[in-house]
Nanobody, 118 residues
């Protein structure tokens, strides 16, 4: 059984910062690519950051230069540092990871709400 648990969401003013964490726990042999996704109200879920096992990162243009994804492999944890937040960043942010636990499988966290006020 593998679980991903996010934390760090909340309410912040426009221009502020938040740091999200995602901790993977359970019967984990290895973790591959990890990512953060978000789903704004009434919209589809979208990728906001991805990081490979080796540390290569990718971002969509909408967050590039403002968001930074990182990971601590020893702690099975991924982070998302969000700076210069805008009201349009308001969404439920969810963590995703490819995890080897017997077999490779894709796992999701339950999500954490980020609300940016103008």
């Amino acid at each position: 059984q593998v679980q991903l648990v996010e934390s760090g969401g909340g309410l912040v003013q426009s221009g502020g910062s938040l740091r999200l964490s995602c901790v993977a726990s359970g019967s984990i042999f290895s973790i591959g690519t990890m990512g953060w996704y978000r789903q704004p109200p009434g919209k589809q879920r979208e990728l906001v950051a991805r990081i490979t096992t080796g540390g290569s990162t990718s971002y969509p243009d909408s967050v590039k230069g403002r968001f930074t994804i990182s990971r601590d492999n020893a702690k099975n944890t991924a982070y998302l540092q969000m700076n210069s937040l805008k009201p349009e960043d308001t969404a439920v942010y969810s963590c995703n990871a490819m995890v080897l636990s017997g077999t490779w499988a894709n796992y999701w966290g339950q999500g954490t709400q980020v609300t940016v006020s103008s």
